[in-house]
Each structure stands twice: as structure tokens, then as C-alpha cells.
């Protein structure tokens, strides 16, 4: 299937890393020197290293609390 926005968006591409020889290190710089040109601020991004899932299991079984269970008096201990 041809998608004609996709052609042109490849001949764009390809076109442009052209002009570079197909170097990616001479594209980068072209493009790291458009950003400072262009006058705007770009956020550097920092690459993360994956973190284990930190998800809590359970560890007993569920305990069903009825809606209209009376909430429990907080505060100084109760007199007898």
C-alpha cells in the first residue's frame, strides 16, 4: 500500500541525510546546529536505567469493609 505523505516524508529524509553522505555524526551536528540557531530552549533529556516493578503485593487475604462501616474515634483514649 502507498501512502503519498509517507513517500514524500521519505524522499524528505533521504534527501537530507544526502546532503551529509548518509553520515549520522554530520546530520546530528547539522541538527544540533539548527537548534541554536533557531533561538528556542531545548530540554536535554537523561537517559534512566530501567527499574524493577515496585508494585506492592499483597500479603494476605482480602478483607471486605462494609460501605456504612463506622469510622473509628481518633484522639485522647476513651473513658470507661
Given amino acids: ?19 551529509f553522505n548518509h553520515e549520522l555524526d554530520a546530520i546530528f551536528a ?11 530552549t531545548f530540554v536535554a533529556g537523561v537517559a534512566q536505567r530501567d527499574r524493577p516493578n515496585q508494585l506492592q503485593q499483597p500479603t494476605g487475604p482480602t478483607v471486605r469493609v462494609p460501605d456504612q462501616a463506622p469510622i473509628p474515634q481518633v484522639g485522647p483514649a476513651l473513658e470507661r
Fill in 1 to 19: 500500500m502507498n501512502d503519498p505523505i509517507v513517500d514524500e516524508v521519505r524522499r524528505v529524509r533521504d534527501a537530507y541525510a544526502a546532503r
Fill in 30 to 40: 547539522d541538527l544540533k546546529e539548527q537548534e541554536m540557531r533557531s533561538g528556542l
